[in-house]
């Protein structure tokens, strides 16, 4: 009888406590299944970065027929407050964030991206599109935050911010009044990819361009040979450029000033290699315009060096290849002076690792990738990415580099790409987060630290006091053709979020 009364005692304990019921109100099921049908919406509506106009129209009619005050400001972006839920009102505001653009890529050559729909495939474990990427970057954040606001959960203020074009610039993040999270406390992006994991770091992102006119000059010598360097690994700046791997450009240009220093004279007709400034490049070639009797000098220093490369790199690059062939006359080669400046550019300039974070173990804290060099008779242009989570690294970095080129004869441009999302080792948010998963999984929360841009940077620097972190579901190969989203992984994703924002809400 006496355990009888202690339960009763506190079921009516519990049924004074606002929310108390609420945190779960809906089953799993229905939470699959509300924020797929969220996502079917979004995917119904081609939404390409820069081409926001009808995501963006959609959204804020849909929160206005939820009731919920809310605005576009003049770059895109979509800002709407859900209310507390009752007797939380005093709670902080947490600030719900995701991007509405996505990267619209497909198989077929005459694809559509402002016109076509995403179509999905749904299958017992996964969500995929036919023919073309998913848009789960980031539109299931999206789906989830639409769900979340008209949910039972328990939560404080919320202030959903669903920006424009996050893949290509932030340029939406960029253009948002920092005014927008001056009265928030917390803020969760639901931009990440992995289940389990939630991000905490990520680093600043800056595209250097530098440029020069071509000043050509006909050829004087007798003989025109190709070197090309060939068969780099490469990989993506953001997640590679710790692994040792060779920067094709680079290497090429040290062969060129090798040839220099060797007493092989050349005149440069074209040098290039590179795809993006965020990949590390693969393959590079030269044209060059030597004297008869040193073409053969050239293939064998050119060999001797590759030999020595592909020794010292055996692991990172065992399929490193060197060739030089004969190649046809060019009609103009560069001036001997900008030649020479090109080659030392392309040698010289910073590439690669530069410091990893003394706060974090193993985290690539800033580096500089030249992604992309072409030097021919119509540009001569480089693009480096410059990355760090430490804004004072980043920024000296950038100088260097733009120091380097303006005496080389080059002019620099830069276009800010991400801002720097230090660690924060007093985050309250980390704490609660790991305990609401620890409690609802048995298991440990992974914190990890990414070398690539989020737009949580930005919303560092607009309020230094916020405490961010950047959670999502299970998704692979985004931005291709193969994107798919892990069905599995959705209700999981929504339940940390659901039970941190309850958590959240009694730090009053």
């Known amino acids: 009888m006496k355990r009888f009364r202690s339960i009763i005692s506190l079921l009516l304990a519990l049924?004074?406590?606002?929310?108390?019921?609420?945190?779960?109100?809906?089953?799993?099921?229905?939470?699959?299944?509300?924020?797929?049908?969220?996502?079917?919406?979004?995917?119904?509506?081609?939404?390409?970065?820069?081409?926001?106009?009808?995501?963006?129209?959609?959204?804020?009619?849909?929160?206005?027929?939820?009731?919920?005050?809310?605005?576009?400001?003049?770059?895109?972006?979509v800002i709407f407050d859900v209310p507390a839920t009752e007797g939380y009102e005093e709670a902080p505001t947490v600030a719900l964030q995701a991007h509405m653009d996505m990267v619209a890529v497909s198989s077929d050559p005459n694809f559509d991206a402002l016109n076509t729909p995403v179509r999905t495939i749904r299958s017992e474990d996964t969500l995929t599109a036919d023919g073309?990427?998913?848009?789960?970057?980031?539109?299931?954040?999206?789906?989830?935050?639409?769900?979340?606001?008209?949910?039972?959960?328990?939560?404080?203020?919320?202030?959903?911010?669903?920006?424009?074009?996050?893949?290509?610039?932030?340029?939406?993040?960029?253009?948002?009044?920092?005014?927008?999270?001056?009265?928030?406390?917390?803020?969760?992006?639901?931009?990440?990819?992995?289940l389990g994991e939630a991000i905490i770091s990520s680093a600043a992102g800056t595209v250097l361009t530098a440029a020069q006119e071509p000043l050509r000059t006909a050829p004087t010598l007798d003989a025109a040979v190709s070197v090309t360097l060939d068969g780099l690994l490469g990989g993506h700046s953001g997640v590679m450029i710790d692994k040792g791997r060779i920067n094709a450009v680079q290497a090429l240009g040290d062969l060129l000033l090798s040839l220099r220093q060797a007493g092989v004279s050349y005149e440069l007709a074209s040098f290039q290699g590179g795809t993006a400034a965020n990949a590390i490049p693969t393959s590079a070639t030269a044209l060059l315009v030597v004297g008869a009797q040193d073409a053969a000098r050239v293939e064998t220093i050119t060999g001797e060096y590759a030999k020595a490369l592909a020794s010292a790199y055996s692991a990172s690059d065992p399929g490193l290849t060197a060739t030089v062939s004969q190649a046809e006359m060019p009609q103009t080669v560069f001036d001997a002076s900008q030649a020479e400046n090109i080659v030392d550019y392309a040698a010289l300039v910073f590439d690669g690792l530069h410091t990893l974070s003394q706060s974090v173990q193993g985290l690539v804290e800033s580096s500089s990738n030249l992604g992309v060099f072409r030097a021919d008779a119509d540009a001569v242009t480089s693009v480096q990415y410059v990355r760090s989570s430490q804004a004072a690294l980043q920024d000296s970095i950038c100088l260097k580099q733009q120091r380097l080129a303006e005496r080389l004869g080059y002019t620099i441009s830069q276009q800010k790409m991400a801002e720097a999302w230090p660690v924060n080792t007093g985050s309250t948010l980390q704490s609660i987060m790991q305990e609401v998963y620890r409690e609802q999984t048995g298991e440990e929360l992974k914190l990890a630290c990414v070398h690539a841009g989020l737009e949580c940077g930005t919303f560092a620097r607009m309020n230094e006091a916020l405490d961010i972190i950047s959670i999502g579901p299970e998704l692979h190969d985004v931005h291709s053709v193969k994107e798919t989203l892990y069905l599995d992984s959705i209700v999981p994703f929504y339940r940390l979020l659901e039970g941190t924002l309850a958590r959240l809400s009694e730090a009053r």
């Open 15 to 77: 049924l004074l406590i606002p929310g108390a019921f609420s945190a779960c109100a809906e089953t799993d099921e229905e939470v699959l299944e509300g924020i797929l049908a969220n996502f079917e919406q979004l995917a119904a509506i081609p939404r390409p970065s820069h081409h926001e106009e009808k995501v963006g129209a959609f959204l804020v009619a849909w929160a206005q027929a939820q009731g919920f005050d809310v605005y576009q400001d003049e770059t895109g972006n």
């Open 132 to 194: 073309t990427s998913l848009g789960a970057d980031d539109g299931i954040g999206v789906a989830s935050i639409l769900y979340l606001a008209t949910s039972q959960a328990a939560h404080g203020p919320l202030r959903a911010i669903i920006t424009v074009n996050e893949e290509d610039g932030m340029t939406g993040m960029f253009g948002l009044d920092a005014s927008v999270v001056e009265d928030v406390s917390f803020l969760l992006n639901l931009d990440a990819e992995t």
